[in-house]
């Protein structure tokens, strides 16, 4: 796990299939941005950013379906 200067968590797991990341709130109430460790170093870059994005609009809070929510 990593922390931010901004206080996100970030952490590197296995993801099945072609889950690049995903983003939610952790028991302590911390924004954390997981990255499949699968993924080249661009490419964990490219899916940080993506995710980190949600958490700006504040994704996590509006309740949209995620197919909606990756369109936008």
């Not at 797991?13 to 952790?26: S, Y």
């Not at 170093?41 to 950013?49: M, N, S």
């Amino acid at each position: 796990m990593t922390i931010t200067e901004d206080g996100y968590r970030v952490y590197l797991m296995p993801f099945p299939g072609d889950i690049n990341g995903a983003v939610r709130v952790d028991e302590e109430g911390y924004p954390s941005i997981y990255i499949n460790e699968y993924l080249s170093p661009e490419a964990r870059k490219k899916a940080f950013l993506h995710e980190l994005r949600h958490i700006l609009r504040d994704d996590i809070n509006n309740n949209l379906p995620i197919e909606e929510v990756e369109r936008e």
